[in-house]
């Protein structure tokens, strides 16, 4: 492959300086890219440019020129290449971060299709106050399961606490002013406009009850996982983990598809809920931390046990119809209810699960601990304000800490680079890596070349760099 011309380069040093006007940005881009030879790769740089300049651009070029620039520009593959100048040796520490975008390759439906699927669940159940929700929100466009469930247990906690009710109201209805005669008179025509006298009125047991059809059906969705299998981007990690000691794998996804890679190699698990109840130490276990439960997990609601049942064994029970999926059972221990133990992307949720504790903070430990974070279709998502604290800080005190992300979605690494920027003096943003591609494709091949296994190294420097630590 050509390498990038000097004069790409030169240009992309303006463009980082932004010593000029907009209008001459587009025509630098336009001649640039009449100009460059057919085969010249473009740096991933020019999708940040093109989108800054893309909007007015339109306004400005012809029509058959800004779709033709546009087309170049689409066709740039954002691929960081130092990403395969990596090389690690025994001792580089890498933490794996595995989201939603991991398990999509095992046919795992993205979040973003998990509600639909969620109404289309409840209207087999025929309950009316579902029906209206469903209409209710599908008439304004709510179409994140975060968002409906996240509503739904606060709604609950503020029902059952009376002051908290009033609170909320005076913190996003009224801000304390004083209503107006007017805009009581208009109440009257608009009665959807619940005030503070209505706190009284709340049917707290119809609230509670709705969340726990809700917290149900959620758990019906993910156990269609069930039946998931590992994919290629699972068993490029098995075959990384079984050559290098230093690895630790998070993952936010309840799908048992990462433990079952694991589990079919022979190897044991770490992590999980049971080995932190047991206090076992295996060291030669790989530790897998589910961040946010797991479909094998359950948790009682009366003695708050937690506990973990054979994945491999449920799986096959299931399987050959010999059990149904446990959405609700009955608790060994105390006769209690006991349900899987997922948790539902809420920033505060797992204050409600003790045991999750322990594992929340080995997967900081983890992330801090890491030479390179490798993070797989994770979308940080503003539900997990947490698992984002706890990168940045990571980031902020391990300082030659790398992160390499790989996501199909393009925007994911400039908005990440520039955040943390803003948040962190100094910040070097090369720090983080970018590779917008399948992770099943692309994931592999990185594994291989760090550990400088990969059959052909396109162009790698001949001196593989020295481990961080
Ligand atoms: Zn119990």
Not at 209 to 234: C, E, G, K, R, W
């Amino acid at each position: 492959m050509k390498e990038i011309s000097e004069g790409q380069r030169s240009l992309l040093e303006q463009f980082r300086r932004q010593g000029h006007s907009i209008d001459r940005g587009i025509n630098l881009i336009y001649h640039f890219v009449r100009q460059k030879s057919e085969d010249e790769p473009l740096d991933p740089a020019w999708t940040t440019i093109w989108d800054k300049h893309k909007k007015y651009a339109r306004t400005r070029l012809p029509r058959s020129l800004f779709k033709s620039i546009d087309e170049t520009l689409a066709r740039i593959e954002l691929i960081d290449k130092e990403v395969f100048g990596i090389r690690i040796n025994e001792n580089t520490r890498i933490t794996f971060l595995l989201g939603a975008g991991a398990s999509t390759p095992s046919g795992i439906p993205a979040v973003d299709k998990l509600l639909s699927e969620l109404w289309k669940r409840a209207r087999k159940i025929g309950r009316e106050d579902l029906d209206r929700l469903a209409k209710w929100c599908n008439e304004r466009g709510i179409t994140n399961i975060e968002d409906l469930l996240t509503a739904a247990y606060i709604s609950n906690f503020a029902a059952k606490n009376r002051n908290i009710t009033s609170l909320l109201d005076y913190f996003i209805f009224s801000g304390g002013r004083e209503v107006s005669e007017e805009e009581e008179e208009e109440e009257e025509y608009l009665p959807s406009r619940h005030r503070p006298s209505i706190t009284s009125e709340i049917d707290v047991s119809s609230i509670s009850s709705l969340q726990d059809t809700l917290q149900t059906l959620f758990a019906l969705l993910t156990s269609t996982m069930i039946s998931a299998v590992p994919n290629h981007a699972n068993e490029a990690i098995v075959d990384f983990v079984k050559e290098h000691k230093e690895t630790t794998i998070i993952t936010t996804n309840y799908d048992g598809c990462m433990d079952e890679a694991l589990l079919r190699t022979g190897m044991g698990l770490k992590g999980t809920i049971a080995s932190h109840n047991e206090h076992r130490d295996n060291s030669d276990a790989v530790e897998l931390i589910k961040m946010h439960g797991s479909i094998n997990w359950a948790y009682c609601d009366s003695c708050h046990d937690a506990r973990e049942f054979d994945l491999l064994e449920l799986k096959k029970l299931y399987e050959e119809d010999k059990i149904s999926y446990p959405v609700m059972g009955i608790c060994k221990n105390c006769g209690g209810l006991r349900r899987p133990l997922l948790v539902p992307p809420l920033s505060f949720k797992f204050l409600m699960f003790p045991d999750l504790v322990n594992i929340w903070n080995s997967a900081r430990q983890s992330i801090e601990g890491a030479d390179y974070l490798v993070v797989v279709g994770y979308s940080f998502s503003e539900a997990d304000a947490y698992i984002m604290k706890v990168i940045s800080r990571s980031m902020f005190i391990t300082k030659n800490q790398k992160m390499i992300i790989i996501n199909t979605n393009k925007n994911l690494v400039p908005v990440l680079r520039e955040r943390f920027s803003a948040h962190l003096d100094g910040f070097d943003d090369r720090r983080i890596l970018q590779v917008c591609k399948n992770c099943e494709e692309i994931l592999p091949n990185i594994l291989k070349s760090i550990r400088g296994k990969a059959r052909k190294n396109k162009k790698t420097k001949s001196t593989p760099k020295k481990s961080t630590r």
